[in-house]
T-cell receptor
């Protein structure tokens, strides 16, 4: 079955420190991975997707098919990065097209 | 361009009643998804509609149902409400290119409280 895991419920780092939010998936097909972010009192929104290979707000994520991972990284965390982050898997056939992980709450301390 | 809109913003119901939640997708989007975001449980997939048909549903009882109208807006109905149905219900929409969906855009959600 398709599944997305995010092992950390809460991750606290100091401002300026590197941050890595972990995401692992299980899927036998060709995955398309996303990171969604939900800032306080705002709607869930797309942060980045692996196929575009872009950096958004300093965040990057590389799809590692061997390790079935899609970790989100930023070299220097900012206080405004504090939010809930969800890793999501989009399937390539008719099914549950978006599978979300349980989410990781990132708290960047001053 | 208007984003995904959901109504009402808040809904308070009594246990045993029925709740109806509404979602208007972004213009041009044919797929609508419903998710339940209960406290501490993350996003749980409920239903997926595309072109007026239910394409898939998550692991929820049959009292969770919905439909999609010809204009692609959607309703989520929850019958025989239980206290644990209290949650934020999120709607998302996307286009479908071939057999793979693109980015999903989310609404602000409807906060359902069952008392």
């Amino acid at each position: 079955a398709q599944r997305v895991t995010q092992p950390e419920k809460l991750l606290s780092v100091f401002k300026g420190a590197p941050v890595e939010l972990k995401c692992n998936y299980s899927y036998s097909g060709s995955p398309e991975l996303f990171w969604y972010v939900q800032y306080s009192r705002q709607r869930l929104q797309l942060l980045l997707r692996h196929i575009s290979r872009e950096s958004i707000k300093g965040f990057t994520a590389d799809l590692n098919k061997g390790e079935t991972s899609f970790h989100l990284k930023k070299p220097f965390a900012q206080e405004e990065d504090s939010a809930m982050y969800y890793c999501a898997l989009s399937l390539d056939n008719y099914g549950q097209n978006f599978v979300f992980g349980p989410g990781t709450r990132l708290s960047v301390l001053p | 361009e208007a984003g995904v809109t959901q109504s009402p913003t808040h809904l308070i119901k009594t246990r045993g009643q029925q709740a109806t939640l509404r979602c208007s997708p972004i213009s041009g989007h044919t797929s609508v998804y419903w998710y339940q975001q209960a406290l501490g449980l993350g996003l749980q997939f409920l239903l997926w509609y595309d072109e007026g048909e239910e394409r898939n549903r998550g692991n929820f009882p049959p009292r969770f149902s919905g439909r999609q109208f010809p204009n692609y807006s959607s309703e989520l109905n929850v019958n025989a409400l239980e206290l644990e149905d209290s949650a934020l219900y999120l709607c998302a929409s996307s286009t479908v290119w071939g057999r793979r969906n693109t980015e999903a855009f989310f609404g602000q959600g409807t906060r359902l409280t069952v008392v």
